[in-house]
């Protein structure tokens, strides 16, 4: 089993920053992307993610500049760095790790978190 754990939501003020983290652990065996998503009206829309390698992509076009990802591979951690928020960045944040277990190698699976939430008070 993977658990994925984030921290980090809370409320804050319009401009006010927070960082997010997300640790994922258990029986993995190989981790490939890991990344942010926000809770939309229908689906979980991405925000960033990051590979094994660093490279990042944002997916969606409102936080390039303002928020950072970044992670330590080591402790199959993530952050989300959030600076100059908005209200509309208000939601719940789910982080999710693209991860084979030792139990199936061969498989990558999509695991969740059970989201943290962020609210942006103007």
């Known amino acids: 089993q993977v658990q994925v754990v984030e921290s980090g939501g809370g409320l804050v003020q319009v401009g006010g920053s927070l960082r997010l983290s997300c640790q994922a652990s258990?029986?993995?065996?190989?981790?490939?992307?890991m990344g942010w998503y926000r809770q939309g009206p229908k689906m979980r829309d991405l925000v960033a993610y990051i590979t094994p390698d660093g490279t990042t992509n944002y997916g969606d076009e409102s936080v390039k500049g303002r928020f950072t990802i970044s992670g330590d591979n080591a402790k199959n951690t993530i952050y989300l760095q959030m600076n100059s928020l908005k209200p509309e960045d208000t939601g719940v944040y789910y982080c999710a790790i693209d991860a084979a277990t030792t139990i199936q190698v061969t498989r990558v699976y999509r695991h969740w978190g059970q989201g943290t939430q962020v609210t942006v008070s103007s």
């Open positions: 258990g029986t993995i065996f190989s981790v490939d992307n």
